[in-house]
């Protein structure tokens, strides 16, 4: 239960074709981030998963079940969005039950009998059965809100607004927990401190959960694995660490995280090192073995070293001119220019330490190991 497999999906709008051959295989338990740029289509295969749209071919399954021509109420999915998308005229505790209450309602097809509204809208007024009780109280818990039942949600901070919503999804107990972007309309303090949140109680209740962003730290820092998506197909799934270390394209290596994307040409192979030529005086060595020859030498920012006189030990060396630096608190980042080519450093920076001047030259280097080429 809970695994949700995509096998060749495909969504077409009005003839435009807007996800292609998409293929998933998302773990019971995982924490899954659909990570890409603005309208590739993460919102749409999401709403696929759903059941709020249609999936022009492919199938997908939950908990091994083909959910093709199941309803949304029906596939068992809790859903979270950007907006929060409460009863602003409800308090969190009513919030939080509505969705149980109509089930229960129908279960004991009581709507017609007390109509829906004068029994689930005011907890001061309705006596809620005692199950629905300890399932709201209990989720209450979960997203630290139990002070908070009975205030009105629009009392509520935006982060809270938002831990109402989560609860909301996750009292119905689903086999699947989506999130459309819940942490954009939060500021980034509340952004970083809603991450945890997220991903204790979703550690906690091993709840798989398909997580849409557009931030790449935030789904480095909450995923176990991430789906690359851009322009409707998905280019690489894997963990934060095998995504950083190990981009199959240069948009990956770009967007997942800072690199310096070089382009070269490969000029010799010998002793387990490629050599490529990156400008008319400037060889670089990685350890990458490529059949091609027209490259892209990617080096994350971390493994350029700053070279002191003292310190010459390195098969790669550039020598540049620092075009900015900017004082980022621990570490300071300088932006150098090398042959035409714009390269950014990211330093330690330690307290008393001189920060060098926009102008001034600078040699760097690097290992092979830390140069990737694609
Ligand atoms: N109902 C619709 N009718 C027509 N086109 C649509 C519809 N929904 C989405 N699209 C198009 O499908 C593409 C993917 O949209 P989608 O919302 O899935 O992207 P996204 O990656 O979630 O983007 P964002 O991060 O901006 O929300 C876009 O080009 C969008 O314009």
């Known amino acids: 239960m809970g695994s949700v497999e995509l096998k060749q999906l495909k969504k077409d709008f009005s003839g435009v074709t807007v996800l292609q051959n998409i293929d998933l295989d998302i773990k019971e338990g995982e924490f899954f981030a659909l990570l890409g740029p603005s309208g590739c289509g993460k919102t749409t295969t999401m709403r ?4 709020f749209e249609t999936a022009t071919s492919g199938t997908i399954e939950i908990g091994g079940k083909d959910v093709a021509k199941l309803s949304p109420n029906a596939r068992n999915c809790g859903m979270v969005f950007q907006s929060y998308a409460l009863f602003p005229h409800m308090n969190v505790f009513d919030n939080v039950a509505y969705s149980l209450n109509i089930k229960e309602l129908k279960k004991n097809n009581l709507f017609k009998k007390f109509g829906v509204y004068t029994r ?13 009780k300890e399932k709201v ?5 979960y997203v630290e809100l139990s002070d908070h039942a009975y205030k009105l949600t629009s009392e509520l901070s935006g982060g809270q607004q938002q831990r109402v919503a989560l609860a909301r999804a996750l009292v119905m107990e689903p086999e699947v927990l989506l999130m459309d972007e819940p942490l954009s309309n939060l500021d980034l303090k509340l952004r970083h401190t809603m991450r945890n949140t997220i991903r204790r109680i979703q550690q906690e209740l091993k709840i798989t959960t398909i997580f849409v962003t557009h931030d790449q730290e935030e789904a480095m820092s909450m995923a176990d694995r991430i789906a690359v998506m851009k322009d409707g197909e998905i280019l690489q799934v894997g963990t934060p660490t095998d995504l950083y270390s190990n981009p199959k394209t240069p948009f990956i290596a770009d967007f997942v995280g800072t690199s310096n994307i070089i382009p070269g040409t490969v000029v010799a192979r010998e002793n387990g090192l490629t050599t490529v030529r990156i400008g008319e005086q400037q060889m670089i060595k990685s350890a990458t073995q490529t059949e091609q020859d027209d490259v892209k030498a990617i080096i994350r920012p971390e493994n350029l070293t700053v070279i002191g006189e003292e310190n010459e030990s390195f098969d790669n060396t550039f020598e540049g001119e620092i075009l900015f630096a900017t004082y980022l608190g621990s570490t300071v980042r300088y932006d150098i220019e090398v042959e035409g080519h714009k390269l950014v450093v990211d330093t330690t920076y330690e307290s008393g330490n001189q920060i060098r001047q926009e102008g001034s030259k600078i040699k760097l280097g690097v290992l092979p190991e830390r140069v990737l080429l694609i």
């Open 137 to 141: 109280n209990n989720i209450l818990e």
């Open 120 to 132: 689930m809208l005011n907890s001061k007024l309705v006596k809620y059965p005692k199950e629905i």
């Open 48 to 51: 696929c998963i759903a059941g």
